[in-house]
Each structure stands twice: as C-alpha cells, then as structure tokens.
C-alpha cells in the first residue's frame, strides 16, 4: 500500500489538492474494510488509482478511483454525500458500483449493464478498464480457480476491448500476464525458444540501433530510438493465425523511431531504406491511413546488417504525440467519448457500443448472443451493416460478394449491384470495418460462375457453387 499511496501523493496538476483530501477521507473511512483477496479497500482505491494515472492525469477520474468503493462501506450512501466530491463524481460512483462483480464474457445480463453504464457515461470505460488491469497485476491474491476465471475473461474479453480503444500498454501487460495462467504449457515452451534467441537478438538490436542512430544524425532528424521484443502472447497469436514457425516470423524484433514533426517520419523512413535492404511487401503507412481504432505509425521490415543476424527487423516510425496514443488511445487526452470507438479518419464511423447493442436486439437467445459478442472482438473479424442497420460479423477478408451470400443466402442469385457506403462498387471489392453495404436484386438469375472467384470464404463459396448447379 505505501508504495500506490506514494505514487498518488506524487502526482501534481491542477486539482491536486482536492485529490489527496480525497486520499485523506478514503484513508480515514475504507483503511480497516477489507476486500475478499486481503487488502483495505484503501489500499484498493489507490491501486485502481495508479494504473489510471498511466493513461490520464485527469485529478476528477483519479479521485472517483480512489472512491470508488465508498458505497460498500455499511453507511456508504451517507459517506458518498459527504465526501469531497462533485455531484458529477458522486454520480459516476453510483453507476461504477453495479459493475463491480461483472463477468461481462459469461452473462448476458451482466453484458446489459455494461452497454448501459458505458453508453450512458464513457468515462466509466477506462475506470473499469485500470480496475481489471489492477486484479491482473495482483492476480495472486486470488484463489487458483477465481485466478484463472479471470486470466480467461480478461485474455478472451478485456485485451481485445483494450485493443479497440488503443490501450495497446495494457493489452499487452494482461496478455502476457494471462497466458501463462490460461496456457502454462504452451507458454512455458515459448518462453524457452525467445530466451534461448535473447543473447543474439540483443546484440541485433543494440547494433542496428547503433547503426541507425548515427545514420538519422547525418541527415539532422534527432529521434529518440527503442527496442521491442514481441510479447509472450502476441509471438504465440500471430503463429498461430498465420500457421508459422516461431522462426519464421519477421516482426519477433522491433526498433522504435519517435520524431518530433509527421513530415520527419517520412524522411526517416527514406533513410532506413536507403541504409538497410528492405523487405517486399511489408511497408504500412497507418498515418496516411490510420488503423480503425486511430493507430498512426509507418511499419516497414528490413534485412538487417550483415553479419549481425538473419533475423528480419520491423521498423516503426512514429511521432511523439502518435506514440501516446498508441499506448493509451484517445483516453491520454481525455477523449473518452471517442474512446468508444476511435475511427478519426474513416467514413463509415462505427459506435462500438452501439454495435453491441444492435447485436444483442439481433440475438435470438443468450447463447446467440454470447457466441456472437466473442466473435465480435476477435481481431481477425469485421462489423458490416445492411441497409436497415442489421449488423453483421464476418472473418477478414471480406469482399462484397461475400456478404451478399451471407446476409441475404440464395437471393444472392439474383444480385444485380452492391453499394457500399452508398456508391456503387464491383462485387470483387474489399468491404471494411464499420461499412454499409446495399445489394441490389434482380427477377432473373444473374450469379454467373466465374463470379466465385471473388469469394474469400471458401464455405460461401461452396454454397454459391451448390446453388448454381441446382
């Protein structure tokens, strides 16, 4: 306790003294209640109070997470009123109770709450988000069972909310924290093969490093430059979804390069590819096109200096202001209604609230429901919707022929035209997150065979095959 207690006395701005007359009446009220796993809700409120200041130094969150656990106290509406709070704060409390004890991936009533709570006041997502990153953390004050219930929740549920807000710092302390828990053999095992490479791929880092730093110097761009390793989960995803060895992938290493100005990331990605050999294919631009939840950086992958290694190095290049809100998303500035569902530069905006919402009124029964939300938040998936807002989920890649066969079945026969976003496109096109898509029917069967080649979907394709020849 001394050691969060320490930490929220430290933090300074404006509001801070009302926040440790906070600390004070918490510390006088909630140090001798103790929570199931041991430690003072005191102790609690400053715990769930240090992990929010990571993504916001807002003294008004700080001082709800500090509270926030004032109404389990016998006389907590009482103690609520009087504390230094705002009406707005006190109000916040009372909507964050409710959500204490929720296992929003196994309920559909406790999932209800949630959409509520969070449509009605985001600023309750990051509360809740720095509470289960708190219980991560401290995962071993918990019971074997409850231990792993909630690595399981949070790997299935939590990271890939964490994911979708650009809380990409603590998506990937709870996944590296969760794995182990939910798959101690398999992370056992891989933990064995990253360190068994660790010496070598130091020496690759430190020396490319080296290396570039002197290069971006002659050029006069002055960039800050850090290492990555990939994490424990993400090495183990991304062999699993791409059906590779842990030797084959070519992002395992990265080497960070953080700009002062948008333009400089562009001049050193001209010399990262004019010093290093890079690989084809592999360069992203997700500043002239940012990813869904508002993540800006260039990616490229390079072959690194010879001699080092043969192990590929990917390249981000970022500005500053970029890096913070890849760590912590739209939150970092206080943007918590766009923290819903950040989708600055695209068209097609999606609510990710809303959604939910939509899906459970489409949900013919809890299970429907449960086994859609999971595929929701999968990564590897895509919300469409048709022209009378019925929200679908379909795996990526998706082309528009695709989700004609799958929102409208046989009909898909008959298709003359599709609209996407309300303009005509070839049914071969790439449909996207958030996309609206409009089919167009004839009277007269249209489905012509060379048509399926435009299907990703083997099993759609399958079915069209199926239907053509009936």
């Known amino acids: 306790m001394a050691t969060a207690l320490n930490q929220i006395r430290q933090i300074d701005g404006v509001g801070a003294g009302r926040l440790q007359k906070v600390l004070s009446f918490a510390e006088q009220h909630l140090k001798r209640l103790p929570r199931r796993s041991g430690e003072s809700y005191f102790m609690h409120g400053c715990e769930v109070a240090v992990a929010l200041s990571e993504c916001t130094k807002d003294m008004s969150l700080l001082s709800v997470a500090v509270l926030h656990d004032i109404l389990v106290h016998p006389d907590g509406e009482q103690l609520l009123i009087a504390a230094p709070l705002t009406r707005e704060e006190q109000s916040l409390i009372r909507r964050l109770h409710p959500l204490r004890r929720l296992h929003i991936d196994a309920n559909t009533e406790d999932l209800d709450l949630v959409i509520d709570a969070f449509t009605e006041d985001p600023k309750l997502l990051p509360l809740r988000m720095a509470h289960r990153l708190n219980d991560i953390r401290r995962l071993s004050r918990f019971s074997r069972g409850l231990r792993l219930h909630i690595a399981n929740e949070t790997l299935h549920m939590y990271t890939a909310i964490a994911g ?108 990262v590819h004019s010093v290093f050999h890079p690989m084809p294919g592999k360069l992203k631009d997700y500043i002239g096109a940012p990813k869904e939840n508002g993540y800006r950086s260039i990616h490229t992958v390079v072959y690194p200096l010879p001699g080092v290694t043969e192990q590929p190095i990917e390249i981000q290049i970022r500005t500053k202001e970029m890096h913070e809100e890849c760590e912590f998303g739209a939150i970092k500035h206080g943007e918590y209604k766009n923290a819903l569902y950040a989708l600055e530069a695209r068209p097609g905006r999606v609510n990710l609230f809303r959604s939910l919402a939509l899906l459970k009124e489409e949900a013919r029964q809890p299970k429907q429901f449960t086994e859609a939300l999971r595929t929701y938040f999968r990564d590897d998936h895509i919300a469409l919707f048709d022209t009378k807002n019925n929200l679908y989920h379909m795996r990526s890649p998706v082309s528009a022929l695709d989700f004609v066969c799958h929102a409208y079945g046989k009909r898909v026969l008959h298709l003359k035209s599709v609209h996407i976003n309300g303009r005509e496109r070839p049914i071969v096109t790439h449909v996207h997150d958030g996309d609206t898509i409009t089919a167009l029917f004839g009277k007269k069967k249209i489905l012509q065979k060379e048509w399926l080649s435009s299907c990703w979907h083997l099993s759609l394709k399958r079915q069209m095959r199926e239907w053509l020849q009936s």
């Open 164 to 271: 979708r807000l650009g809380l990409h710092a603590w998506r990937h302390e709870m996944e590296d924290a969760c794995f182990p828990v939910v798959q101690p053999k398999i992370a056992v095992a891989l933990e064995q093969k990253i360190q068994s490479m660790h010496s070598l791929d130091g020496s690759c880092l430190s020396q490319s490093v080296k290396f570039l730093n002197r290069e971006l110097k002659k050029q006069g761009i002055h960039a800050t430059l850090t290492t990555r390793r990939k994490t424990l989960y993400s090495t183990y995803r991304k062999m699993a979804i791409k059906k590779r060895r842990f030797e084959e992938l070519t992002d395992r290493l990265a080497i960070r390069i953080v700009v002062g100005k948008q333009h400089q990331c562009y001049l050193a990605l001209g010399i």
